[in-house]
């Protein structure tokens, strides 16, 4: 009968680097297109400080340089990332109202309701535009340097954009909560933080 040989101890080191490996491989070689740790963790970190250099990123979500930055061009890549600005405090650059603007539609057809997105999306005041259910066609956040500012954009522009049947505004008193980050916990694994 011969003896077994003890099995060889793996060396902890390299199982470690393995992982790194895997953990930091480029996103082409991933499968699916799913977000993972790493992922949530740049969209995280971006979205609190987009000013924050590759090397800091990568320290802040625990990779290395490298595949730090192939993730965030992937994600700039996939569309996660859209752009990166700088936040102005619109008060200070002499911007003191901001309105809500419902705009209803003359006529609700297609290409009316073309022609009117784009003119709304040409107009530096409107900074935010959705088309909304309900009543109203589009709903806009507005900002003006004034009242007088805003009743001028109002009656000068606004109304006479084609296709606008009437207009319905309320105006900020003060803000709770503006440009927030987005909430991603509900992409994290069942079962895992995303801290």
């Known amino acids: 009968m011969t003896a077994k040989k ?3 101890a793996k060396d902890p080191r390299a199982a470690v680097a393995h992982l790194s ?6 996103e082409a070689e991933r499968s ?3 977000l993972d740790r790493y992922d949530i963790a740049i969209l995280a970190a971006l979205q609190h400080d987009a000013r924050l250099t ?3 990123l990568a320290a802040r979500i625990g990779l290395t340089a490298a595949p730090t930055w192939r993730r965030v061009r992937w994600l700039e890549e996939q569309g996660y990332i859209t752009g990166y600005r700088a936040e102005i405090d619109r008060r200070r ?3 003191g109202v901001l309105a809500f603007v419902r705009v209803d539609a003359d006529r609700n057809n297609a290409a009316a309701t073309r022609q009117l997105e784009a003119s709304l999306r040409a107009l530096p005041e409107v900074i935010s535009c959705h088309y909304i259910s309900g009543a109203g066609t589009f709903e806009l956040q507005v900002v003006a340097t004034d009242l007088d500012a805003f009743s ?4 000068d ?5 084609p296709n606008v049947g009437d207009v319905h505004t309320s105006f900020s008193l003060g803000e709770v909560k503006a440009a927030g980050a987005l909430p991603l916990q509900h ?3 069942a079962g895992r933080s995303l801290a």
């Open 21 to 26: 490996k895997a953990e930091e491989a480029p």
């Open 152 to 155: 001028r954009f109002t009656l």
């Open 54 to 56: 590759n090397a800091e």
């Open 157 to 161: 522009t606004l109304l006479v954009l």
């Open 32 to 34: 699916g297109s799913a």
């Open 93 to 95: 650059i002499g911007l």
């Open 6 to 8: 003890p099995a060889r």
């Open 187 to 189: 992409l994290a694994p």
